[in-house]
């Protein structure tokens, strides 16, 4: 089985808000990451996404570890064992938040984009929802795995790309949850990218390929040169990024 070597993350709050309601998480034991853009504003999205992580990554190790377990929410045979814990584990937290949303004001109410990752022997399984973008770099190439669930592709003007991705999907968001997945065999060598909307939304697909296909430039480097080139171009939101090395 390919392992994970090494992975980089960053997450802040970005030149202008003063809290950040982005999350990162890497369970290397449970072969786990975990990217969440959270929204609802200061106080509530950063809560939102610390209970999201732990409901995600709690229902998850307790589904896959069990070849009997009972999914409650869904189950297809497309998907391994570790996918399906997954995909059941984002019905959870959904639910969970939609409960609690319920019971506040609108303006109270919070939720996230999020995107999980699991691995089991060479499969990587990708669940996502909402605004996430999820990129594999493999020998000088870098292509989509997952793109953005969000309003860019069906907006009418490129240039201003970075006004159109709000989700059309996150857990918390709609009571209807709308998941993209999508399983990949990952080769030694490769590098999976997860970022969060304050890292990609001003940067051309081309200038993304430059800097995450750059081989003379550490992981940590690449993400600190893309949230820097995002913030030259006037980007005012949280930044996210996630390198898993193979």
Known sequence: M????????KSHQGPYL????????VDYANRLAIVMDGF?????????????RDQIKNFYLRASKDPDATMPFYFSIKY???????????????????KENKTKDMSN???????????????LTFVSAGNIFA?????????????????????????TGQYSTSPLSGIGLFQELHLNCREIKVQEGDQIVLMTDGVYSRLAYRELRHIISDPDQTSADKINA???????????????ALFLHY
């Open 2 to 9: 390919i392992r994970l070597k090494s992975y980089s993350a």
């Open 18 to 25: 003063q809290v950040n309601e982005d999350g990162v998480l």
């Open 40 to 52: 609802g504003g200061a106080g509530i999205g950063d809560v939102c996404i610390q209970k999201i």
């Open 80 to 98: 391994l064992l570790e996918g399906n814990a997954l995909i059941n584990a984002f019905h959870y937290a959904h639910d969970s938040m939609l």
């Open 109 to 123: 109410r919070g939720g996230a984009s999020v995107i999980g990752v699991s691995q089991s022997e060479n499969l």
């Open 135 to 159: 990129l594999l770099s493999r020998k000088g190439t870098l292509d989509i795995v997952l793109a953005p669930d969000s309003l860019q592709f069906v907006s009418d003007d490129r240039f």
């Open 226 to 240: 893309l949230f820097k080139t995002s913030c030259q171009r006037g980007n005012m939101d949280n930044q996210t």
